[in-house]
């Protein structure tokens, strides 16, 4: 399997809604990251997960929470978020820091 | 301050028109310089990483080289289903992270 699954692939919310991403590899990775994308602009990196601990917060609002429940899987988990954070979330993951990073297709999420 | 530059931002080609896509940097501590195709509402898919200098690598039509300050993707004689964007992203050690250009917008007319 070398392939990064999220779910879902799209997600239209209300700002007073809680909501989650989901992400999973089987690849072996031990380095996971969410990155938040809009429309013709590049990739940011949010978070970092190395070894299922959170290693780096790109000073991510709070509305944002990160959790790795295993070497496997990444969530992040959304509450009371504003339009302005309607974009393409996607996660990755990777052997070791460094090393190519492999992209699942990403979440499409719109918050209204 | 770590920099990632691509250019130009927009390529329109016709199919088997050859061309190159560049990518500038001013980074300290470079552990890898990485092409990835992005297609619209999709990930990025990996194409090449390069560690150094003179450093060559190879995939069907596209050709990716590092220098100590750019990288270049050549592609030749390219295929509408080339269309997409090019990123170009580098690896900045004492940061730990990935750091992504603008991208390149390329659009292969038949």
């Known amino acids: 399997d070398t392939e990064v699954t999220q779910t879902p692939k799209h997600l239209v919310m209300g700002m007073t809604n809680k909501k989650s991403l989901k992400c999973e590899q089987h690849m072996g990775h031990r380095a996971m990251y969410w990155y938040k994308q809009k429309a013709k602009k590049p990739p940011e990196l949010m978070f970092v997960?190395?070894?299922?601990?959170?290693?780096i917060n790109e000073s991510v609002p709070s509305r944002f929470s990160p959790e790795c429940p295993n070497s496997s899987l990444l969530n992040l988990h959304l509450h009371a978020l504003q339009p302005e954070d309607s974009a393409l979330y996607l996660c990755?993951?990777?052997?070791?820091?460094?090393?190519?990073?492999?992209f699942g297709s990403g979440t499409r999420l719109t918050v209204v | 301050e770590d920099q990632v530059t691509q250019s130009p931002e927009a390529l329109r080609l016709q199919e088997g028109e050859s061309s190159s896509l560049n990518c500038s940097y001013t980074?300290?501590?470079?552990?890898?310089l990485f092409w990835y195709r992005q297609d619209p509402g999709k990930g990025p898919e990996f194409l090449f990483t390069?560690?150094?200098a003179g450093e060559e690598k190879e995939k069907e039509r596209l050709k990716a080289t590092l220098t100590k300050k750019e990288s270049f993707l050549h592609i030749t004689a390219p295929k509408p289903e080339d269309s997409a964007t090019y990123l170009c992203a580098v690896y900045i050690q004492g940061a730990q992270k990935l750091v992504f250009g603008q991208g390149t917008r390329l659009t292969i007319n038949p």
């Open positions: 990755a993951s990777s052997q070791d820091a460094g090393v190519g990073y492999t």
């Open positions: 980074v300290s501590g470079l552990r890898g």
């Open positions: 997960y190395s070894y299922e601990k959170l290693s």
């Open positions: 390069l560690y150094s």
